[in-house]
């Protein structure tokens, strides 16, 4: 159930990788032909086989794919259908597969543990827990990480949203007009609630978040943005722990509401004029007190066709914005990478190259020439400075296989090489690149990048993660 004032969003995927909690259940997935190298093409099935374990384990001893480049993979395992990023946990690597989720040893690629859930389900970390969601049964159940055992579920969970300091989820009982709904926060350690407050048939904690990277649970923020009224079209705050009401409040906006820091923050989208000036209107108030802050215009980014863009980072970045605390990576009105303080509307700086950004951390931006075309900087979040710049990768955003994954150590980058999907890497620092892949990017760390691949040895897909 989406209620009226939520943004549901469509990322990009892949005819086998469906990297999004927005994801719709039950697409119907496929291999494209000419997956299997950067130099090469071969035809492959429309529909991979699953496998059962890891099809081969080695360390240095893995053959290299034609068209490689860099670390050959420590490992491979086969793979049906991976709807979301994979994700590490302490030492497993989460895979999330069509019909189960399954954690492998971060080393070896060997089976930890294997659950089965129905085709629907996303699921999101949360320290070393695993948050399962089923959307269309309404269930959540949270996994210990390094076991698979479940620590505690809840049905009747609708909307389900998880932050590292809770889960909330919207409660209905009875149907149509004469259901009774609240909004439950559940701490994620042990399902204990911490508190439930009356609510409409649509209420909804936002799910959007400033800074973070899905699958992982965004950075905690002492309050959340809440819409508890079906009537009423706007956007409340309530303390995390407490279930407290803050005096903070603004109507919904186009696009929607996020708490950053200690502010309650709406954006709109909403094009001025003749629709060519890609503005966004930004306000805010202070979520506990309901005090406004500022309140503004920023930018988005334009295509390579000049057109605007409407979002502050690119889908494929598992990302809602980028920034850190209460700042927050936009565009000027000219089209250079800015951070502005969402307290004051100061912008702590302006890139001299121009460029719309499609990913980051708190650490690092990572620009385009234009949304969807164009060579790559990387900048630094704290000056704007730029810290290296990389060729076109030579896939367009707008393609279903475009990703982009900014961490502490390295950035990979969705592209293609002679004509062929390819997986590129860098090392943040200097902007070397350290390996490119055949194959489509299913999730990077500070130490590795997971790519798909057609299997050799079966008719599905592989698994590889490269370590740097």
Known sequence: MVGPGRRTR???MSPSYCPSRWC???VALSLVVGLTAC????AEPEQPTPQAGASRESGSGQATRLGQEGPASIWSVSVNRVREDVARVGQVIVVPDERELRAVDRLTGQDRWRRPFSPDYRYSVTGDLIVVIADEEEQLEVLDAATGATRWRAGDAQDVVVHQ???YHRQCVGTGSRATCALVARDPRDGRQLWKLPAGRSAEVSDEALGGQAPYAPPATPYVAVRLSDTTNAYTTVAVTTGRAGAGRLPNR??????????LVTTDNSLHGNGTDCTVVITTVNAATGARRWSGEVFSGRTEKGECAQQLAHDGSGQDQIGTGTRLVAVTASGEPQLVDLRTGRRAWESATSGVPIAGNDRSVLIRHTTDAGELTLLDMATGASRWTAPDPGLAAGAVTWRAIVTD????VSGRKDN???????DVRTGHQLGRYPGYLAGAADDWTAVLFPAEESDGLSLDLHTF
């Open 409 to 412: 150590s390295l950035v990979a």
């Open 39 to 42: 130099t090469r093409s071969r």
């Open 254 to 263: 186009a696009w929607g509401s996020f708490v950053a820091g200690d502010l």
């Open 165 to 167: 300091r809770a889960v």
């Open 10 to 12: 469509e990322r990009p």
């Open 420 to 426: 062929r999907p390819c997986v590129f890497v860098y």
């Open 24 to 26: 719709l259940a039950g």
